[in-house]
């Protein structure tokens, strides 16, 4: 059974940084792609970055030049970056990746989802 748990998540203030981290369990292998997503109170939920498995990553215009993600695929931890944190950045954060065995996927629809992690940015 697939899991993925998010931490990391806090208050900081406008300009501050924060690392979130996605740790993913269950996978045979490593997942076709991970990803980063958000929603803030009243707001739709958001993508902020999707990691393929074979192929690029996709960062929204919002956080570009600003968030970055790492990897280590041998314990399957996807990390994001937050630097440069604004108020608008403020969201519960959720973890997704792809459904196991798949052989390609996006993400812009992903199967699994962690329970989030709370990023709190003060001006």
């Known amino acids: 059974q697939v899991q993925l748990v998010e931490s990391g998540g806090g208050s900081v203030q406008a300009g501050g940084s924060l690392r979130l981290s996605c740790a993913a369990s269950?996978?045979?292998?490593?997942?076709?792609?991970m990803a980063w997503f958000r929603q803030a109170p009243g707001k739709e939920r958001e993508g902020v970055v999707r990691?393929?498995?074979?192929?690029?990553?996709y960062f929204a215009d919002s956080v570009k030049g600003r968030f970055t993600i790492s990897k280590d695929n041998a314990k399957q931890i996807l990390y994001l970056q937050m630097n440069n944190l604004k108020p608008e950045d403020a969201a519960m954060y959720y973890c997704?990746?792809?459904?196991?065995?798949?052989?390609?996927?996006?993400?812009?629809?992903?199967?699994?989802w962690g329970q989030g992690t709370q990023v709190t940015v003060s001006s």
């Open positions: 997704a990746a792809a459904a196991t065995g798949a052989y390609y996927s996006d993400c812009t629809s992903p199967t699994y």
């Open positions: 269950g996978y045979a292998s490593r997942p076709a792609c």
């Open positions: 990691s393929l498995r074979d192929g690029p990553t």
